[in-house]
């Protein structure tokens, strides 16, 4: 996995059906929902029953629910990064049984996550499913295929429109100081896809789902691709054909600097190469060397040109290259 280089400012991002999310910043109104979900006292936290009383007895509306609801467990629930290796601790008979486990312990994997969200928000009467499927994690996984169904996460209803959360990585992938990574509170669909595939494709979202070769072709994003203003029209094809040489093109309305790296395949240390990077209008074509032969993995890290005070990047891709 391609190291984090710089610390992002959260967004909150909302979607509405199936259109393209606004992005705005986190109002007052969440900020005190998320004071509120983490001062909560730990006498209610003892069943799944008083905990959601508890936070949802100040909420106006489905939407706070689900934040409040949200915000209390990714500060008060931890990943069970022990568990990681021993998945039969992890076993379990009925899901409110894990769901309560997971309360109790106060740490989980992505599947106590997701159900104890659900159950919390079944108790608020907010509809809530789990979502069972594929998750590109490895920078190895950059257009090829993952091979796995390991990965649980969550679609909301409220009020007729359904939302996408993944609660297990907006704990992983919080920057170091930050709570939560909210780019995985409510994420549009057609960014979701990019690093989420159900084995339910209805759980999509998206008005022409995606096939799972498609998906496998992808290549590996971080959100700070999306939150730096890329759009859901990323490359689709995560694997890069070179002879010494390479190009890639990726769209953008902003000015941004980009440095890349060349490990080989499967590490996640790499060498800097230099890169030559053509602008015009929103194509940003990017050339560079590639000095390794046969199979190695390009990272692709930017900033914004404008921050003159921030000197270092953000990683925002990874992508597979055969240097023939």
Known sequence: MCRRFLPIVLVLVFCVGLKPASV????????????????????????????????TAPARTDMDKVRVIYAWMVSHIRYDQEAVHNRS???????????????RQRKGLCTGYALLFKYLLKRAGVQAVNIRGYARTEDKEAGRPVAVVDHEWNAVNIEDEWFLLDLAWAVTT??????????YFLTPPEVFVSQHFPTDSRWQFLDQPLSKSEF???PKLYDPYF?????????????????????????????????CTVSRFGQSKGSEVPVRVARSGNQHQLQFNVPIRGWSTLHIFARSRGNARVKKYDCIASFSIYNS
């Open 227 to 259: 939150q730096m203003g890329f759009g859901p029209d990323f490359p689709r094809d995560g694997q890069i054909r070179a002879q010494g040489k390479a190009e890639l093109t990726l769209q953008n309305e902003q000015a941004l600097e980009y440095l």
């Open 216 to 218: 496998d072709r992808f």
């Open 24 to 55: 705005v910043s986190p109002s007052d109104h969440y900020g005190q929902i998320d004071y509120y979900a983490r001062h909560a006292p730990d006498s209610y936290a003892r069943s799944i029953t008083s905990l959601s009383d508890y936070l």
């Open 174 to 183: 919080a920057s170091e100081g930050a709570g939560s990574n909210d780019f």
């Open 89 to 103: 601790s992890q076993k379990y008979y009925s899901e409110f049984e894990y769901a309560n486990r997971v309360l």
